[in-house]
Each structure stands twice: as structure tokens, then as C-alpha cells.
């Protein structure tokens, strides 16, 4: 490939192919490197990095979640003590670490459906849409995908509030009639939704969906927007149903878009704190914890144990990379790494 | 009905489909920033005001001087502002090199490479809570918006390079060759020629790790103890005092915090959701 556009070059100026033989030396004298050694030397920054705060703590937290590690510890006043699998059978045995994962899961497998299944609507919705119309959709979702987490929860906790929340006055203007048939109750006012993990959860997950969305639609856009319309035109022109065309053209070629996206869906939401942190004041209500809130519990209220911190912290990582070992395999498979 | 007037209908539903999706997305953030000029009147009521009749700025006012946990609102802008610069000067230096590397060079390791990039993402920044805070204490940086910078780094160098990479390697390689021929050194090369073409894609990863940076609560909230060094994350939590909210200072401090970010957002919007996904699907 490059070699074409020399060859083109040196059949214009006689005297280029004399200069390409030099050009390999040339920017070794200019960088007083040796050319093999240059890739190595730009990632050497990158590697330190990479090695002394991810690898190298990762390891740590193991060695760690086989220790007591305690205020002395930390401190530097003793040692920290090898205590084998203590640390793992105090976690399994506590009923909060149950709770926590069971959290965990439903929370992800609740929101990760939900928001492809919202966003994908949506970006199928955009696709249709006219030019501006479209634009002005997607300046509006895109507002909602930046809002930091820690504001996401303090505006869905605002939404939420037992006296002055919107949605308590919402739900007070259905009629009392269907309000007592759905819900059993007409009366919303003074409803606290943040004091129980069940309705805590219902938050968190209203709340996450509205902020993860939209890159789920802007992604599906954009996949829509590569499909040729010529299959479309030939789907059509061969009498396809809608759906045919959809089930046969667009979700294969989608495919890989959605894998990807569902992997990344599955990764940002087993692990989401800050919202989690607001909606909850703070690691407070321990039926509501999940793994990583358990995790930060233990290891940072008083008296922090953080032996058993890190234990939770290898369950959840271990977890995590169950579920994307799939994921990075089909990247390396399909990668032209 | 005639096939014309069922196009109409069914382009006016499609529209309406769109308002709907627009107000749920936009909604809750205009109810924050109106919230946050609201009078205390129109806030503390259990009836509906979509439109403030009375404006304010008292809760921004409130914010800037008597501020929260002993200090204005202003200092935890700063804090912030100083972790996910530094945190971007660092990375997009690191993360150039390691990208030039990847997308121009063929050397032993390099596929490697990119697989370690790849699972070191995966792991959750909560698994790193534990040792990083027992490191940063152990190196002196305990209460140090530096200890942030440095972690900060550490979170979002491996997504950036990966991200980066897909930028450089989309500079046509003859344009650099064309360079060498014409006698410039690689230095001047990266300089003149990859560098200037590189450099939206750079914006781009910069600013999602500026993103990453500003809105990072775990590590903030046990690596600094002094209010003085809380980030704007931390400082907002300390609006949930015990005698009830101040849902209007809260609220002002939020639209301070989120302004900046949605400001990067849409500016970089079209690019980061390609880096995104092309980072992931094509790699």
C-alpha cells in the first residue's frame, strides 16, 4: 500500500528513490535512537502508569483480601496479619453480602434491558425523524447522557422527595378511582421513596435509564445511518414486511453494535456508586447496598475493615470478568490487531 | 383514509414520539436549573410551578458566599477544575505516545499491548479503592488534589489511548512518508504533520477524560479529609444536612457543576459517540 504512493513520487523525480534508501537512517540520527527501540520508549509512560495503579493494586487487593487490615495497619503501627480464607467466609456468611448481590444482578439485568430496549426504540425513532427535528432530539437526549452522576441522583432525589417532589404530585392528579385500583392508594402526598431498598432501587433504576439511553440511541443511529438503503430499496422492491426487513437486514447488521453495547451496559451498571451514594445519603440503608457500596462500607466507615472490603471487591471483579471475558474475546477475534 | 393523509398522520405521530423523548431527556435538567431560581416559596409547595414567576438569585448567591462544609462553592470548583486539568495535561501526553506507538509502529508486544488495555478496563475502580488509598497514604499524598491528578490518570489513561489510537491510525501513513521524503526529521513530522491532524481527535479524548476526572466521587471522597480539598462531588453531598435540605442551594451548586459539562458535551458530542463506539467495535 504505501510503497504505491512512493513508487508514483519517484516516477515524477528521478532522484527520490536515491533519498528513499536514506530516509530509515534519517530519523534514527534525528532522535539518537536506534528505530526498534522508538515504539518501546513511547509506551514506556503509558506502561508505568498502567502497571503501578492498575496491575500492580489489583495484585495488591488480593494480597490484601487474605489479611486484617485494620486502623494499626493502616497506620503503619503493625504488620498486617495473614489470616487465609477468614476474610471470604465472614463476607459469605453476612446476610448483606447476599442482599448486595442479589441487588447487584437485578439492578444490572433490570437496567441494562430497559435501556437497550429504550434507546434502540429511540434510535430507530431518530433515524425516521426529519433533519432538524432529529437534531433537536438529539441535543435534548445528549443533555441528559451529560449530566454528571452525582447531579443525576441529587435532581431524581429532588424528583423523588416526600413533600415537595414532582412525582408524588403527579401521582396525585390520577384520578382516585385508578390510582387505588393500580396502586391501592390515592394519596401520594408524604410517600418517602428513599427509605426502603425495594423503592430506593425503582429510583436508581428511573435514574440510570434516563442517563444511559441516550448513548445507547446515538450509537444505534449512527449503525443505522452505515446500512446501505439500497437493501432496504431491495427488501421493499421483493414485497418484505417491516419486521421481515428488520429480523433479515437491519438486527444482523446491528449485531455487533448491540453486543457491544450490552457489554458496555453490563459493565457501567454492575458498578454504580455515585448515584447509588446520593439516592441513599451516603452508605446508610445496608438493605440497599450492592457489592461496591458493601465494599466502601467496610472498608472505609469505622472501624474499617479493610480485609474484608477487598474480599468483596475480588467477588465483584471476578464477576465482572466472567461477563466480559466474552466480551474481549470477540474483540480480539474480530480485531485486525 | 388515503395513502397520503396516513403519511401525514403517521409523520405527526413519529414528531410527537420526538417531543415525548425530548421532555423526558431535557426535563429533569431544566427542573434543576429552574429549581435553583426558584424563591424558597415556589420550591417548598406541594403544587405544580412549571415556570417560576418569581425569579432569584439568592441560592447562587448563597452558594458563593456562605457556601457548604466552611467553604465557597467557588474553592470546590477550583479543586475540581485543577484535578481534571492536570489529570488531562498528564493523560493526553501519555496517551499520544502510547497511541502514536500502537497505530505507527509494528514491534513485538503490540498485540499484547492492546490486549492488556482492553482488561485493565474492565476492572472496576472500586477493586482499586482498598490499595490505591493505603499507597497514597503510604507516598505522602493523602490530602493532596496532586494524589487525585495522579489517580485520576491512572483511571483514564487505558480508555484514552485506546480511543486515541483509532485517530492517529486514521491519518493517511502516506502524508508522514511524503514528510520524510521532503528531509523532515520524525520529530518535525509528529509536529507538523501528525500532530495538527491528530489534534481534534485529541480534543476529543482529552475532554471525556476531563469528563471522567470532574465527576469522579469514590476516590475524592476518601483521599481528602480537609474540606478545603473536597471536588465538587464531595462538597455537594454536605448539602444533606440534618435539619432538611436546602434544595436551592443544592440545586444552583448542581447547574455550577454540570454547566461545564454539558458545554464539552455537545461540543464533541458527534465525535466522542464514533471514538466511543469504533474504540469498542472495530477496535
Not at chain 1, 486484617?68 to 503501627?77: E, F, L, Y
Not at chain 1, 437526549?141 to 412525582?167: E, K, N, T, Y
Not at chain 2, 470546590?76 to 489529570?87: C, E, F
Request: proline share 6%; charged share 15%; glycine share 8%.
Amino acid at each position: 500500500m504505501t510503497n504505491t504512493s512512493t513508487i508514483a513520487r519517484g516516477g515524477g523525480k528521478p532522484s527520490a528513490p536515491g533519498r528513499r534508501r536514506n530516509s530509515p537512517q534519517r530519523p534514527a540520527r534525528a532522535s539518537g535512537l536506534p528505530p526498534w527501540v522508538i515504539p518501546y520508549v513511547l509506551l514506556v509512560p503509558g506502561l508505568v502508569v498502567i502497571a503501578g495503579l492498575l496491575l500492580y493494586p489489583l495484585f495488591q487487593m488480593i494480597v490484601i483480601s487474605f489479611q486484617k487490615v485494620g486502623i494499626p495497619q493502616i497506620n503503619g503501627k503493625k504488620p498486617a496479619a495473614w489470616v487465609g480464607w477468614d476474610n471470604y467466609t465472614k463476607v459469605l456468611d453476612n446476610e448483606i453480602f447476599w442482599s448486595s448481590l442479589r441487588n447487584t444482578v437485578v439492578f444490572a439485568a433490570v437496567t441494562v434491558t430497559l435501556t437497550l430496549v429504550l434507546g434502540t426504540a429511540v434510535g430507530a425513532l431518530l433515524n425516521k425523524l426529519g433533519k432538524k427535528m432529529s437534531t433537536v432530539v438529539v441535543v435534548g437526549i445528549m443533555s441528559a447522557w451529560a449530566v454528571p452522576p452525582v447531579a443525576q441522583g441529587v435532581i431524581w432525589r429532588w424528583l423523588f422527595d416526600a413533600d415537595a417532589g414532582m412525582i408524588n404530585w403527579v401521582l396525585n392528579l390520577l384520578p382516585d378511582w385508578l390510582s387505588s385500583l393500580l396502586f391501592g392508594r390515592a394519596d401520594w402526598t408524604g410517600e418517602p421513596w428513599l427509605n426502603d431498598a425495594l423503592t430506593i432501587y425503582l429510583v436508581l433504576i428511573i435514574c440510570v435509564v434516563w442517563a444511559s439511553f441516550p448513548f445507547i440511541a446515538v450509537s444505534v443511529l449512527a449503525g443505522l445511518k452505515g446500512i446501505p438503503t439500497e437493501l432496504y430499496e431491495a427488501a421493499r422492491v421483493d414485497g418484505s414486511t417491516p419486521w421481515r426487513t428488520f429480523r433479515k437486514i437491519t438486527f444482523p447488521l446491528l449485531k455487533p453494535v448491540f453486543s457491544v453495547l450490552t457489554i458496555l451496559s453490563i459493565i457501567w451498571n454492575f458498578k454504580v456508586f455515585s448515584q447509588l451514594y446520593v439516592l441513599m445519603n451516603g452508605p446508610t440503608n445496608r438493605e440497599a447496598f450492592n457489592l461496591s457500596m458493601f465494599s466502601f462500607a467496610e472498608a472505609f466507615r469505622s472501624p474499617p475493615k479493610m480485609g474484608t472490603g477487598a474480599a468483596i471487591a475480588v467477588i465483584l471483579t471476578l464477576l465482572l470478568l466472567v461477563v466480559t471475558a466474552v466480551y474481549v474475546r470477540q474483540i480480539v477475534k474480530t480485531e485486525e490487531m | 383514509m388515503t395513502p397520503i393523509a396516513r403519511k401525514r398522520l403517521g409523520k405527526v405521530a413519529l414528531n410527537a414520539a420526538g417531543v415525548l423523548v425530548f421532555i423526558f431527556a431535557v426535563f429533569p435538567v431544566y427542573w434543576m436549573v429552574s429549581t435553583s431560581f426558584k424563591t424558597n416559596d415556589q420550591i417548598f409547595t406541594t403544587e405544580f410551578i412549571p415556570f417560576p414567576t418569581e425569579l432569584t438569585l439568592d441560592h447562587l448567591h448563597r452558594v458563593l458566599t456562605e457556601g457548604v462544609a466552611g467553604n465557597s462553592i467557588w474553592l470546590y470548583m477550583r479543586n475540581s477544575a485543577i484535578v481534571a486539568l492536570g489529570t488531562v495535561v498528564i493523560g493526553a501526553v501519555f496517551a499520544l505516545l502510547a497511541a502514536t506507538a500502537i497505530a505507527r509502529f509494528a514491534f513485538k508486544g503490540r498485540s499484547s499491548f492492546l490486549v492488556l488495555l482492553l482488561i485493565v478496563q474492565m476492572i472496576p475502580a472500586e477493586a482499586l479503592l482498598i490499595p490505591l488509598f493505603l499507597n497514597v497514604k503510604r507516598l505522602g499524598l493523602y490530602d493532596q488534589l496532586l494524589g487525585l491528578i495522579v489517580i485520576n490518570v491512572g483511571l483514564t489513561l487505558p480508555f484514552g489511548i485506546w480511543m486515541l489510537r483509532t485517530f492517529v491510525a486514521a491519518v493517511p501513513k502516506s502524508l508522514e512518508e511524503a514528510a520524510w521524503i521532503d528531509g523532515a526529521s520524525r520529530f518535525t513530522t509528529f509536529r507538523k504533520v501528525l500532530f495538527p491532524l491528530v489534534a481534534p481527535g485529541l480534543v476529543a479524548t482529552s475532554i471525556f477524560s476531563f469528563i471522567t476526572a470532574w465527576n469522579e466521587l469514590i476516590f475524592a471522597l476518601i483521599l481528602m479529609s480537609d474540606s478545603s480539598g473536597y471536588t465538587m462531588p464531595v462538597a455537594l453531598q454536605f448539602f444533606f444536612g440534618q435539619r432538611g435540605t436546602d434544595w436551592g442551594a443544592i440545586m444552583a451548586g448542581s447547574t455550577m457543576m454540570t454547566i461545564p459539562v454539558v458545554v464539552f458535551f455537545l461540543l464533541v458530542q458527534r465525535r466522542m459517540v464514533t471514538g466511543l463506539v469504533a474504540g469498542a467495535v472495530k477496535g
